[in-house]
């Protein structure tokens, strides 16, 4: 079972797309990493001792639940044999099928293969092998579509369904208790050692029960950097519970920023929102959370809760972003909708320029320009706070400065993702006010997992530890059992 670990992680973080196109389309409509389906719902089964992971897929609808495993650091032949192996069961699932996608520069896909899977109600391994070009990552996906319900499998009396823990949309189950993905032989991923191979001690102190209780007595409630890492992403328990961290934190901690695992590029609407601006709306701010695998649920009502908060303040709570886009153009996207929607009724000749430069002109460096149009136009004073055009300026210039290459950007989030926190927090915040982060353990941390992938790959952590010593501090959000849903 060396692979059920990170498939337990990772299954809902990268979701391999159903019908998987023989090159990428468009920029604005692929991207791996965000790709969200709602036809699943999952957990562990606790009544099996192996824990393994249960799937109800719908009737309704087919759908496909998946992963990317990256191989590039690895590949040097032109061709490589891919074995999976899955040990699964199923029960009133007849239409499941594994998918294996090979994907090359730019998101090519460079081959894609299916292999179905038969119905077995007691538990069977299948193997399936596959020769193909050398991938940079390699997609792994379960398509399935669920058996509807007849009615002789619905309680005699409709009322006695809760008493009888029906459930129609439980009715097909999936179990997978393992999960292995060999190359030419050899396992695609081994789990990296702790501390590059020196065991970790956690002690019982180290843990620390988060159910209920005072929040303010938590022996990292007052550190001037804070980082709440989730073990995994798009659970609302765990959200809600950093949710309470952070208005713990801005009521009696003095923390008037909060650092999301969400591109810097999508900041300015929501801070525009907390300030009142009724032009940007809570509905556009959730979609940002629900491309990123958060509870939108649970950051809207932190985002109303924090927008009540500063009514009543004059030093007010920001929210900044400190990722980046996989993709470039969609920052460009991203920018150009803020600057539409403060032109829209205006017809101000400064902002369509820069929403010309933006989107729509064949420059090469369409960053450059909009930085140059922001600063011919006084960085649009009136318009923008002389923070926010700050700031733009150097998210401009980060984004120009940034390679194009999507496998890159990727290596470089974690460095990119501690620049952005370093800047953000200079310029925002005074000496006695502090900061929470809130991303993935695995940015989070700065000891585990430092220099596994690539010797010059480091986590956020590491780069916030180095730099502020002791003022930096992170917390993981674990559980030990649930469910949810993506």
Known sequence: MKYFILLASVLFLAQSCSVAPSMRESARSYDWVANTNFSWQSKIDSAISSYPLLLHPSYEAKGSVGFTVPVFYRMDKKRVGVEVRIKYKTENCNDLCLKLSGIGE??????????????????????????????????????????????????????????????????????????????DGKY???????????????????????????????????????????????????????????????????????????????????????????????????????????????????????????????????????????????????????????RRGKGDEGLKAICESLLLSDEKFPFKGADSVLHANHGFKGILTRREAEIMSYCLNSEEEATADELNRFRGRDSGMYENAKFLMKTMLKKDETTTVYCHLGHANYTSIAGWLRPDMRPFGEYMKGSYGDDYSAVGLLAGGGSYLT
């Open 106 to 183: 730019c998101g090519k896909v460079i081959s894609a293969d299916t292999f179905r899977l038969s119905a077995a109600e007691a538990w069977t391994v299948a193997r399936r092998s596959v020769d193909m070009a050398s991938p940079l990552l390699l997609g792994v996906a379960l398509e399935a579509r669920g058996e509807k319900p007849g009615k002789k499998d619905f309680p005699a009396d409709p009322l006695g369904w809760e008493n009888n823990s029906f459930k129609p949309g439980e009715y097909s189950k999936i179990w997978i208790d393992s999960l292995d993905i060999l190359i």
């Open 188 to 342: 695609a991923v081994e789990l990296p050692s702790l501390n590059n191979g020196t065991a970790a001690s956690v002690r019982e102190s180290d843990v620390m029960p988060a159910n209920g209780g005072d929040l303010k007595s938590l022996p990292f409630s007052g550190k001037r950097i804070l980082a709440i890492g989730e073990s995994v992403h798009g659970t609302g328990t765990m959200n809600d519970m950093g949710v309470e961290i952070i208005k713990n934190r801005i009521e009696h901690g003095k923390c008037r920023l909060v650092l999301l695992e969400i591109p810097l590029t999508l900041s300015f609407h929501i801070n525009r929102y907390l300030e009142g601006d009724e032009r940007f709306k809570p509905d556009s701010i959730a979609s940002y959370f629900d491309k990123v695998l958060f509870s939108s649920s649970s950051f809207v009502s932190l985002m109303r809760w924090v927008k009540e908060y500063n009514r009543h303040l004059e030093e007010k709570v920001s929210f900044f972003g400190i990722d980046r886009n996989i993709y470039r153009l969609q920052s460009s996207i991203d920018l150009f909708y803020f600057f539409y929607t403060l």
